[in-house]
């Protein structure tokens, strides 16, 4: 009970910080295609982005992020897969040979972007947004399938870590909040 009570408290405060961030869905991406795009594309829906890897101890996370894909596609969440090979060089693929990787390992149906850098000196703009000293949490991704939730405004709204697997009860209660509010 004082875990949940604790919880509900930094996840109300982390909100309120997050609510002053500025919307993220403007910065430049490349889908794992290489196209360009941004999360514009996903305007007025709730995203799950999270930074992924094909030879990690997490990589069974892909299952869990498919079932809430599934389960919560047609209510609005996206959830948004970014490689990233800064932690154990655990992703080490091409674009290609990941893509392929997550559709016939994991049947991944959910949108995945261009290998990117989370955190170091090539930080990608996005992840500066998000973890940067100004960011709506600041401080680095830890490891892989880090992920972070992020408002129907584009407004980051929470921070999850990446041993929370994703569909822990919590993250599942605020994915439900999230899509809930209008």
């Known amino acids: 009970m004082m875990k949940q009570i604790l919880l509900s408290l930094m ?58 894909y599934e389960k919560y596609k047609d209510k609005g969440l996206i959830v948004v897969g970014f490689p990233c090979n800064d932690f154990g060089a655990q992703e080490p693929g091409t674009n290609a040979e990941i893509k392929q990787f997550c559709t016939t390992k994991y049947k991944v149906t959910f949108p995945m972007f261009d290998k990117i850098h989370v955190k170091g000196p090539e930080q990608h703009p996005l992840y500066a947004a998000l973890t940067g000293t100004s960011g709506a949490f600041p401080g680095n991704v830890k490891w892989n399938f880090g992920k972070f939730l992020i408002g129907r405004d584009g407004k980051a709204l929470q921070r999850i870590e990446p041993g929370v697997e994703p569909t822990d009860a919590e993250v599942v209660k605020a994915i439900e909040a999230a899509l809930a509010a209008k």
């Open 11 to 68: 996840l109300a405060a982390t909100s309120a910080f997050a609510a002053d961030a500025p919307s993220i869905q403007n910065i430049p991406l490349k889908d794992i295609e290489g196209k360009e795009t941004s999360l514009k594309a996903y305007q007025g829906k709730v995203l799950l982005l999270v930074n992924v890897a094909s030879e990690c101890g997490s990589t069974p996370q892909y299952v869990g992020l498919q079932a809430l």
